[in-house]
């Protein structure tokens, strides 16, 4: 089959073990393969290596896009405005980068006259639905080639000794560092250690896996006071007030939160979360400065930010987190949720002070030119609401008896079938 007939296909490829399996095995399948590789701040990634390492196994050839700022812009900013956390832990630092990466791939299939995308994503893992919901939903023609589904490539590769057996037979590069007994995944906002031993609920890890970050044991015996102004919910501008560091590019304010927050042992947790497709999944993850802006950014919301429209707005968050979870980044319930989001923020512009400290991230104080909060309204030495505001005590005596109708009418219901 002539190259001006072959079918083409865009695969997310970093240069391991698998997806270099993957695209040796779908140019044996006949395929023309344009290898992409998005970079969205993995740690010392050389990413000349994986274009070389591509086409030797035989992309025609391999794209490297930096997505860094895009991605903070975009969806990591986008999370922190929302203050968006799943089941209660996980800042969602592998799910917002799928939608990023999607883009970028379904853009240079179009680009690059290519039928397919493909990637290396697992069969029981959530990758697989959001690489391809979110490509299905920027191109409903686009055709998605997921190997680890294929019962020809599963039946041809049932582990690693067979993924080194292939790699020997057609001289493709292995890397000769030992393998870490966990998976791992990195990007600016989080890395991620799953699988292998840390299948084991109640293994621990080791102090040595981490990336990001120190352990408390580890951390500074002094502290560092931090100012982190915000407009609209999205961080402009990041001081450390102990050394006189300003910050105020998107990419490199957050690189140093990462920097800064990881120094004084912030962002670590070990969780087990319900995946999209039913299957438990042990995780260990590291987010330091995701932790810190989100924290900053609740923090501010307090003073600025009205109460039902805060309650409202812990719902949307909610939902922003379960649906880029589930990898419906692109579908139109999103848009809504992100939309009533910014909505929501357009008074959230302020500074918050914070001191970081072996773990803990401690608030100091905050300002804000949009505040809700009124001192003299709020003072115990004040009887009323002081000059500006009508508030009388007393008024709050028929406010609680109201509120207490239900209440009294529930537990009359109750001593009437004694239950």
């Known amino acids: 089959m002539s190259s001006a007939t072959k079918p083409k296909v865009v695969l997310a490829y970093s240069g391991g073990l698998d997806t270099s399996v993957i695209l040796k095995w779908l140019c ?14 993995q740690h010392h990634e050389d990413f000349e290596a994986v274009k070389a390492k591509a086409v030797s196994c035989g992309a025609l050839k391999c794209i490297v896009t930096d997505l860094r700022k895009d991605f903070v812009e975009n969806y990591i900013f986008e999370a922190v405005k929302c203050n968006a956390i799943y089941e209660g832990k ?18 240079i299939a179009k680009e690059e006259g290519a039928q397919y995308v493909a990637h290396g994503a697992t069969g029981k893992g959530n990758d697989q639905v959001r690489f391809e919901m979110c490509a299905q939903a920027l191109d409903a023609r686009m055709k998605t080639i997921a190997p680890w589904r294929d019962a020809e490539f599963i039946e041809s590769f049932k582990g690693r000794k067979d993924l080194l057996a292939y790699c020997a037979k057609h001289s493709i590069p292995v890397d000769a560092k030992p393998k870490a007994n966990y998976s791992i995944d990195e990007n600016l906002f989080h890395t991620s250690y799953e ?5 084991d609920a109640n293994c621990t890890y080791e102090e040595s896996m981490f990336k990001m970050s120190v352990s408390p044991k580890a951390a500074p015996e002094t502290s560092t006071e931090i100012d982190i102004e915000f407009v609209k919910g999205i961080p402009v501008k ?7 560091t300003v910050k105020t590019d998107p990419l490199e304010l957050f690189m140093y939160a990462n920097e800064i927050a990881g120094a ?13 497709v039913g299957i438990k999944s042990r995780g260990v993850y590291e987010t330091p400065g995701g932790t810190l802006l989100r924290d900053a ?45 910014t909505y929501s923020q357009r008074d959230v512009t302020g500074v918050v002070s914070l001191e970081l400290y072996k773990g803990n991230i401690i608030a100091r104080g905050r300002t804000s030119p949009n505040a809700l909060y009124n001192p003299d309204l709020a003072s115990m030495d ?20 109201i509120n207490a109708v239900r209440l009294k009418t529930y537990a009359a219901l109750r001593a009437q079938t004694k239950d």
């Open 297 to 341: 950014h609740m923090d501010l919301e307090g003073i600025c930010m009205d109460r039902e429209v805060k309650r409202i707005s812990e719902h949307m968050a909610n939902e922003f987190a379960r649906l880029c979870y589930n990898g419906f980044w692109f579908a139109p319930e999103m848009d809504m949720v992100r939309n009533s989001i």
């Open 238 to 244: 990041l001081t450390n007030k102990t050394d006189g």
């Open 382 to 401: 004040i009887e009323g609401g002081g000059d500006d505001f009508d508030y009388n005590p007393s008024d709050a005596a028929g406010f609680i008896r």
């Open 28 to 41: 044996e399948k006949g395929f023309d393969v344009i290898a992409f590789c998005a970079d969205v701040g």
């Open 264 to 276: 004084n042992a912030i962002g670590r947790i070990d969780i087990v979360e319900n995946r999209f």
């Open 90 to 107: 996980y800042l969602l630092g592998t799910s917002v980068a799928r939608p990023c990466i999607s883009k970028e791939m379904v853009r």
């Open 195 to 199: 699988s292998g031993m840390l299948e």
